[in-house]
């Protein structure tokens, strides 16, 4: 029987009754009289019973194994009962699609890897997610070498479905290839090392057994190395191929372009939370007894900075004026935010000149004017002092709504103080006035984002200073935190999900305490608040 593929013809009981030289080759038993089971793979045994079974030729060809062969058969049903199988070698396009299917998933893992990584900008959570993956898909345990912070480099361990974080202070060049990788540019190569040199820091507590192979592989980024990955497997695994290499390689890239990108956010975020620091409201404290208190809320709830500002500096002693200031600068959003933060700085500058209200105003007016800003502010000061049991005020607008004077009974007045905007004009005109505060009574200073904030039933109305006075008469007698909490919670029902502009309260409120006289009837005395 003359065929170019190997051929077998067995009977309906499953004996070989015919078999050509080629099949001869493939199957070394003596093929003819014995049993397909005995000398064929069980495979294709199974086949032919069930070809026999059901009296029709296969329609789809039967695949399997034989040796290092991948064998095709397909079936021939003869008119007496008996079936040819007809034999082709399909190895190479077993291991082909094999092949194939392996890149899928490797290019299916490497896409999910790197939407999980660069999902998040967390640099831990991004390390993490690192050696988590690199140890379930790449290796038996992975560690991360992070670039040194001073002399010690950050480690992560990712082993047995956890990762543990440390640091250590080690010499990379005590693993090979591992301070080339550090390096990051030019790109090195993923490099495979003697297992027996690796380090004991290198293997994570709790891996049994020995380590049979390691490689060593950078985390390049851009511009500058993000790391470096050490991938190792036991002994009793296949140790890395080139394949293999390369597919780890390209995860690193991935990896280290994500851990890049979380390292560089994480750097912008510390530098823009410092710069923050002193554009943010500060947190206000009582001083010399008497009690102040902030609220604070931008145009956009998104925001944490704008154009309103407040500050409280106490005096360098016990007996000298408190300044207290509320101002709004005209704009929104980080570019006011800006120049709130270099008004605020000036004020601080001037504040030897806080006992001249108008000087102090005049100096910053034309601090502004000799700016390259175009925005103006407007302000108010309040200078404040405790005397015995009233406190004393100076309050100054220099455009600002004037304070507010909440009295024990709960009326309401205006202090009569106005001025003209800061930063508009090279001459300013403001004028002073004082007050004075019993315990338990308030001054408010406010922007006019609580005034003009609109709202209401039909979400167009003002605020209003009206409804202001109405809702400060309520607050008689409560401290100051609770005067601004009250003024706040009432602005932000009426605005409800309108759109409003930054708003800034500040509270000062004389103490309830009263002061007590000196023991030696010489010095002030002390306060018990």
Not at 12 to 32: D, H, K, S
Not at 231 to 245: I, K, N, V, Y
Not at 265 to 283: E, I, K, N
Not at 345 to 366: E, R, S
Request: include cysteine; proline fraction near 7%.
């Amino acid at each position: 029987m003359r065929a170019p593929c190997p051929v077998l013809v067995a009977d309906a009981v499953g004996v070989v009754v015919e078999a050509n030289a080629r099949a001869a080759a493939l199957f070394p038993e003596p093929l003819r009289g014995a049993r397909l089971a005995d000398v064929a793979p069980s495979w294709l045994a199974e086949a032919h019973q069930r070809v026999v079974l059901t009296g029709e030729d296969s329609t789809e060809p039967v695949r399997g194994r034989h040796a290092q062969w991948s064998l095709e058969g397909h079936a021939t049903l003869g008119p007496d009962g008996t079936v040819v199988w007809w034999l082709a070698d399909d190895t190479e396009r077993a291991r082909t699609q094999a092949a194939l299917r392996s890149e899928q998933e490797r290019n299916a893992f490497l896409t999910e890897a790197s939407t999980q990584m660069l999902a998040s900008l967390n640099l831990d959570r991004c390390t993490e997610l690192a050696v988590t993956l690199a140890a379930e898909h790449l290796a038996d345990a992975a560690v991360l070498v992070a670039p040194a912070a001073g002399k010690r480099h950050p480690l992560a361990i990712g082993f047995d479905g956890s990762v543990s974080h440390r640091s250590l202070q080690m010499d990379p060049s005590t693993v090979p290839g591992l301070a080339e990788a550090l390096q990051g540019f030019p790109p090195v190569p993923s490099r495979w090392i003697d297992p027996a040199v690796l380090p004991d820091w290198a293997v994570p507590d709790g891996f049994t057994g020995p380590v049979g192979s390691v490689v060593v592989t950078p985390l390049p980024g851009p511009g500058f190395p993000a790391g470096a990955l050490i991938l190792l497997r036991r002994s009793g695994r296949d140790a890395f191929g080139p394949a293999e290499e390369t597919f780890a390689r390209v995860f690193a890239a991935r990896a280290g372009a994500a851990l890049s990108a979380a390292r560089l956010y994480q750097g912008q975020a510390d530098v823009t939370a410092t710069l923050m620091a002193d554009l943010l409201p500060p947190l206000l404290r009582q001083a010399q007894g008497v009690e102040f208190a902030g609220g604070y809320r931008t145009a956009k709830d998104t925001e944490r900075v704008g154009g309103d500002f407040y500050d409280v500096h106490p005096g360098a002693g016990p007996d000298d004026e408190i300044l207290a200031v509320l101002g709004d600068v005209c704009g929104k959003g980080l570019d006011a935010a800006v120049l709130t933060g270099k008004i605020r700085n000036t004020l601080q500058a001037l504040l030897p000149m806080a006992d001249d209200h108008q000087k102090l105003l005049a100096l910053l007016n034309g601090a502004l004017i000799n700016s390259r800003h175009t925005r103006f502010a407007t302000l108010v000061l309040a200078s404040v002092l405790r005397q015995g049991s009233l406190t004393r005020l100076r309050l100054t607008s220099a455009g600002h709504p004037a304070p507010l004077i909440l009295r024990r009974d709960g009326t309401v007045r205006e202090a009569a103080t106005s001025g003209t905007l800061i930063g508009v004009l090279p001459d300013i005109r403001s004028t002073t006035v004082e007050a004075s505060l019993a315990p338990g009574e308030t001054c408010l200073l406010f922007t006019d984002g609580v005034t003009e904030a609109k709202g209401g039933p039909l979400g167009e109305a003002m605020f209003g200073e009206e409804r202001l006075r109405a809702a400060l008469g309520e607050c008689a007698g409560l401290p100051a935190e609770a005067v601004v909490e009250r003024v706040q919670m009432l602005v932000s029902e009426w605005i409800d999900d309108n759109r409003h502009d930054d708003i800034a309260v500040m509270a000062i409120t004389a103490p309830h305490t009263t002061h007590l006289a000196a023991v030696d009837g010489h010095t002030p005395g002390r306060y018990t608040a």
